[in-house]
């Protein structure tokens, strides 16, 4: 009975060992829990601290970015509302430039209209006027024509005169000469004299013929050319606009 209760000591000692032992690995156990939930909780705080930090700067960052998107949306509504108020502008700048383009080939059309029925009244009163001095032309010619055949006429008219009279001169010189051998007296001394006489007038009516003549034939060229270069001028002119016709020079028949 003895050994029952020492063997029941030892057991008890033993147990309670086991027992001290089995306590310490649980507090030991335990620490390892808390100092491990420890390290947990100071970890999940330092990540919590970590992401509360990085979420404060990602806010700040949306922040910033969302000022400046706001930033931007203003320039841009800025801008769009300039360029809208300037295309206003530009479409009414336009509008009044088509505006006066319209008017300015409307009045471009009304003068070219004007100009054109102006050359055609300029171009009929330039061929009027050049059938009229045609005409013109036409009877100073023909006038001129005639006064230069009657001036022929008339010139050989006086030399065919001339001719007699000088025929009828010398006839008159020769008897006269034929007479020279008798005594001469005063009436023959005169009739001879006056024989002379009409011989010279006689030359000096001929040659007065001819100069007329010639005066007429140049006066007729003169007048013929002046009225040519008339004419030229005013068929160059022609396109002038409305010019008076030129007025006519006084003819060779007066």
């Known amino acids: 009975m003895a050994v029952n209760l020492s063997l029941g000591g030892a057991q008890r000692e033993a147990l309670r060992t086991e027992a001290l032992s089995l306590e310490t690995q649980a507090e030991q156990q335990r620490k390892a829990l808390v100092h491990l939930r420890n390290s947990e909780d100071q970890s999940l705080r330092k990540a919590n601290e970590e992401y509360r ?4 700067k990602e806010a700040v960052a949306g922040r910033k970015t969302l000022d400046e998107m706001r930033e931007v949306r203003k320039a841009v509504h800025s ?16 509008s009044h430039a088509l505006a006066r383009a319209g008017q300015r080939a409307l009045t471009a059309r009304t003068e070219n209209e004007n100009w054109q029925a102006q050359a055609a009244r300029t171009e009929s009163a330039a061929q009027a006027m ?11 010619q023909d006038s001129t024509n005639g006064r230069v055949a009657q001036a022929k006429d008339l010139a050989n ?13 010398q006839e008159q010189s020769a008897k006269v000469t034929q007479h020279a051998i008798k005594p001469l ?9 006056h024989a002379q006489i009409q011989v010279g007038a006689a030359q000096r009516g001929a040659d007065l013929a001819k100069a007329d003549m010639y005066v007429e034939q140049a006066k007729a060229g003169r007048y013929n050319m002046g009225l040519v270069r008339d004419l030229q001028r005013n068929a160059e002119a022609g396109g002038g606009g409305g010019a008076p016709p030129p007025q006519k020079k006084k003819t060779l028949l007066g």
Request: glycine share 0%.
């Open 53 to 56: 930090q990085q979420v404060s």
């Open 79 to 94: 801008k769009l509302r300039l360029a809208k108020a300037a295309h206003v502008n530009e479409t009414a700048a336009a």
């Open 157 to 169: 008219d006086r030399l065919q005169k001339s001719s007699l009279l000088t025929q009828h001169a």
């Open 130 to 140: 050049k059938q009229r001095e045609q005409e013109t032309y036409a009877i100073v």
């Open 185 to 193: 007296d005063a009436k023959e001394q005169q009739f001879h004299r």
